[in-house]
């Protein structure tokens, strides 16, 4: 499914307080998690739910706890944690809950706040224009993975993918090319693509800047 700004409808969530939704995905379109934007006022929040969440900024600041959240920054919160996250801004957060799924023996994760920057930028399969920067800690405690892809113009993923992963995908700057099954849909900043198991799937960056996105996917499970 791709989903362009023009198609965007605004929505309320009971854990959004002084804001309202741009609603991605969710369970009644087949995905195992939600994701959407929160558009927050200054003072707006996101409260605890029972699920984890993981929140990324991307225009404005928050705050969650005593640290401060700017664009490229993100917390995650596990389970009914009670930590809420306070825009200091009017901003736009993206929202991935997902229902935990435990496994024996491990503990849920901690909750923890982390800066994108900080994270290395791997190139994918050697690709140096191909870099790929994992948010969350490598640990089977996580159940989820979100990443951000970054393709400098021509770069484009090494194969068609197909996997038992699904994918939440938020266009965060630049465009392309994206192939799903045999359809091929010109994306960019902006956009939202779901891409269920075993969708056939391929990227391409093409434009005068770089490409990047957002990814989610399930994970160690
Ligand atoms: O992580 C992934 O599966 C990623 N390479 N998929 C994608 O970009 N469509
Ligand atoms: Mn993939």
């Not at 699920?51 to 005593?66: C, D, I, K, P, T």
Request: with cysteine.
């Amino acid at each position: 499914m791709l989903q362009t700004p023009d198609t965007f409808v605004r929505s309320k969530l009971p854990q959004i307080s002084k804001g309202t939704a741009i609603v991605h995905v969710d369970p009644g379109r087949g995905a195992r998690f939600l994701q959407y934007t929160a558009e927050l006022e200054c003072g707006g929040s996101l409260q605890p739910i029972p699920a984890q969440r993981f929140a990324y900024v991307l225009q404005g600041e928050a705050r969650v706890g005593s640290d401060a959240l700017a664009p490229g920054d993100y917390a995650y919160c596990p389970t009914g944690h009670p930590l809420e996250l306070i825009a200091t801004q009017a901003s736009r957060i993206a929202v991935i809950e997902k229902t935990y799924e435990p496994l024996s023996g491990i503990p849920e994760p901690t909750a923890f706040v982390g800066r994108e920057s900080n994270q290395p930028s791997d190139p994918l399969n050697g690709n140096a224009k191909l870099r790929v920067r994992s948010l969350l800690p490598v640990d089977l405690a996580f159940d989820l993975a979100v990443n951000t892809m970054e393709y400098d113009p021509g770069a484009s993923l090494p194969m068609v993918e197909i996997h038992t992963m699904e994918h939440g995908v938020l266009m965060l700057e630049g465009g392309g090319i994206m192939r799903m099954n045999d359809f091929w849909y010109p994306t960019g900043a902006g956009d939202f693509v779901w891409m269920a198991p075993y969708c056939p799937q391929w990227f391409g960056a093409l434009g005068e800047v770089p490409a990047k996105y957002l990814i989610y996917k399930n994970w160690n499970r």
